[in-house]
């Protein structure tokens, strides 16, 4: 019995950098290896984004992103994508728990400071008609877990994150 490549393989059959025997070997085992390379982003991003205006709280983007699991916001103003917000760097923005302030103090800070103040600006995006094979290597290379999705006039169609990813992994696998 053979077994299933591990995820570095996997990765490195997306990014087209294996040789030889375990290159092909990973590629059997993915049901061609080229298939997954070759999916399109549209096909596999998620189509309904949350999304804030770069006026909005820090407190309001963090309840945000906790009430419905999101560790990215994309940013928009006037249907153009202009920052992303992750919750690392909503947490990097919050108070420390040591600090002196008071209660009160830190709820008023939070409330006054906003997304723009925080966001990254000009956030690097995908095409929607990119190959996951392109997302993936994006996402590698930059170290991001995520991608904005824009469409050929930049606006924002969408989000591809590593959860996409592996859901194509595994719909994949599963076929064998």
């Given at each position: 019995m053979q077994e299933k490549p591990s995820g570095t393989d996997l990765t490195n059959a997306l990014e087209g950098e294996f040789d030889g025997d375990k290159k092909q070997n990973v590629q059997r085992q993915t049901d061609g290896g080229a298939t997954m390379k070759q999916e399109l982003v549209s096909?596999?991003?998620t189509r309904e984004v949350?999304?804030?205006s770069p006026d909005t709280s820090l407190a309001e983007a963090h309840k945000l992103m906790t009430e419905k699991r999101v560790r990215r916001l994309p940013v928009v103003d006037h249907?153009?994508?202009v920052g992303i917000v992750t919750l690392g760097d909503v947490r990097g923005a919050e108070p420390s728990r040591a600090s002196s302030l008071s209660i009160w103090e830190m709820n008023d800070l939070l409330a006054r400071l906003k997304v723009a103040e925080i966001m990254s600006h000009r956030p690097v995006t995908v095409q929607q008609d990119a190959s996951i094979g392109e997302a993936?290597?994006?996402m590698l290379e930059k170290k991001f877990s995520g991608l904005p999705v824009v469409d050929e006039t930049g606006h924002l169609v969408g989000i591809i994150t590593e959860s996409d990813i592996f859901r194509l992994v595994v719909s994949e696998?599963?076929?064998d």
């Open positions: 096909d596999w991003m949350i999304t804030i249907d153009q994508i993936a290597r994006l696998w599963s076929k």
